[in-house]
T-cell receptor, first 115, second 112 residues
Framework: DSGVTQTPKHLITATGQRVTLRCSPR?????VYWYQQSLDQGLQFLIQ???????AKGNILERFSAQQFPDLHSELNLSSLELGDSALYFC??????????????FGAGSRLTVL | AQSVTQLDSQVPVFEEAPVELRCNYS??????LFWYVQYPNQGLQLLLK??????LVKGINGFEAEFNKSQTSFHLRKPSVHISDTAEYFC??????????FGGGTRVLVKP
């Protein structure tokens, strides 16, 4: 157990729907990162929050949004889902705000299947 | 901008044989380098990291990597693999002002 908790583990939904993925960071970590892992794109950075504020943005689609709450858990919202959004979504956390200077601890991922 | 290339997408290897996973990066500034491992149905775990100092870095589970600045490489090695080393391995690079960037991954399949 890495200490980073992601729910749900698996999710199957239909095109056009909206889903929310949840992440609780490791105790003491203030940064949360979201990554998308798919066969064709590999591991893609989506977005990072540090202590409630957006810190960095990657290849995140406009249909996707995220936030980090006062208790530091984070949610990734995916809307108007398309078949191509099927992927494994990872959350990672770290102590500080800079991804390179801090080791990232990953959760086990949420597997999203869009039918 | 920085990028990471893992030259082999798959590496089959027999148990107790050595393995080397190749990683090359491009960056115009100094970098930090990482290797992560992803076991089946799990998240990524840090194997080792290079921040500064000795170019030979030792990690967990008997892995080590060597930073070569002139060749912009950070190859991962293990002298004798076990069945339990079957996993996907990711090289990652970070430079100031950038995000952590991962390579495409190398799948290692250890055969008995």
């Amino acid at each position: 157990d890495s200490g980073v908790t992601q729910t749900p583990k698996h999710l199957i939904t239909a095109t056009g729907q909206r889903v929310t993925l949840r992440c609780s960071p490791r105790s003491g970590d203030l940064s949360v990162y979201w990554y998308q892992q798919s066969l064709d794109q590999g591991l893609q950075f989506l977005i990072q929050y540090y202590n409630g504020e957006e810190r960095a943005k990657g290849n995140i689609l406009e249909r996707f949004s995220a936030q980090q709450f006062p208790d530091l858990h984070s949610e990734l919202n995916l809307s108007s889902l398309e078949l191509g959004d099927s992927a494994l979504y990872f959350c990672a956390s770290s102590v500080g705000p800079v991804s390179g200077a801090n080791v990232l601890t990953f959760g086990a991922g949420s597997r999203l299947t869009v039918l | 901008a920085q990028s990471v290339t893992q030259l082999d997408s798959q590496v089959p290897v027999f148990e107790e044989a050595p393995v080397e996973l190749r990683c090359n990066y491009s960056s115009s500034v100094s970098v930090y380098l990482f290797w992560y491992v992803q076991y089946p149905n799990q998240g990524l775990q840090l194997l080792l990291k290079y921040l500064s100092g000795s170019t030979l870095v030792k990690g967990i589970n008997g892995f080590e990597a060597e930073f070569n600045k002139s060749q912009t490489s950070f190859h991962l090695r293990k002298p004798s693999v076990h069945i339990s080393d079957t996993a996907e391995y990711f090289c990652a690079v970070w430079a100031a002002g950038n995000k952590l960037t991962f390579g495409g991954g190398t799948r290692v399949l250890v055969k008995p």
